[in-house]
């Protein structure tokens, strides 16, 4: 629009690191009763079918056939098509629907995977991958909007990336190809673990607070100058 590129700097989101021992979602494991060698998966979001909670049933049905582990599903919030979403899951009692919550990341403190196989059009910077690395949880997720730059760093991942595909079925297959391949691999686990808290500092509120104070810094010495 003819604006000058070099006045904007592009700056990042933040989410405060989930404290364990407070909340009301302390303990989702010993609140839905979960035993302790359960696979927990989790996924927060507008409940839309755009964001994936379909293809994120499907993938941990597929895991559990495919593992012959325990895996849970929490979904974590509310929208237009939870009710038509529920209806994916009568036959599913592993998929556990937490409705819209305060903190979720306290939730998601307790899970083992984020997963965010979306498909929306609009999907910029998701808040619910940046409570994921806050909580030390690597990630499975398409690679649309930033999401790929958020998860990448270091020539490494904060878990997989997956191409988005019209194909629900197939997308679900590669969801559930993508956390199996984690489990199975202690190492690659241990990688995306670490690289995922690595990604909590980059995208931290102090980074945060001190990119806006340099930003400021600038404009005040060019104004002075």
């Known amino acids: ?42 996924l927060a979001s507008r409940a839309i079918h755009e964001k994936g909670w379909g293809i994120a049933i499907d ?17 974590i919030g509310d929208g ?3 009710q038509a979403i529920k209806e994916l899951a009568t036959d599913a009692p592993y998929v556990h629907f937490m409705g819209r919550v305060e903190n979720a990341g306290v939730m998601i403190h307790d899970c083992d995977f984020g997963i965010f196989p979306s498909t929306y059009v609009g999907e910029s910077f998701p ?17 649309v909007g930033a999401i790929s730059e958020m998860m990448t760093g270091d020539g490494e991942v904060a878990g997989v990336l997956v191409s988005p595909k019209p194909n629900k079925e197939r997308m679900a297959s590669e969801i559930a190809e993508a956390v199996g391949k984690l489990l199975s691999n202690r190492q690659a686990l241990d990688s995306a673990r670490r690289h995922s808290l690595k990604r909590a500092e980059y995208y931290s509120e102090k980074r945060l607070v001190d990119t806006y104070l340099g930003i400021f810094q600038s404009v005040l010495m060019r104004k002075q100058g």
């Open 1 to 42: 629009n003819g604006l000058n590129d070099g006045r904007f700097t592009k700056v990042f989101n933040a989410v405060a690191s989930p404290d364990p021992q407070h909340g009301e979602n302390v303990g989702i494991r010993k609140k839905l009763h979960l035993p302790k060698e359960c696979i927990v998966l989790a």
């Open 59 to 75: 993938a941990t049905r597929k895991l559990r056939m495919d593992s012959g582990r325990d895996i849970r599903l929490v979904l």
């Open 80 to 82: 237009e098509d939870l």
């Open 127 to 143: 808040m619910f991958i940046l409570e994921c690395f806050a909580a030390g949880v690597p990630v499975v997720a398409t690679d």
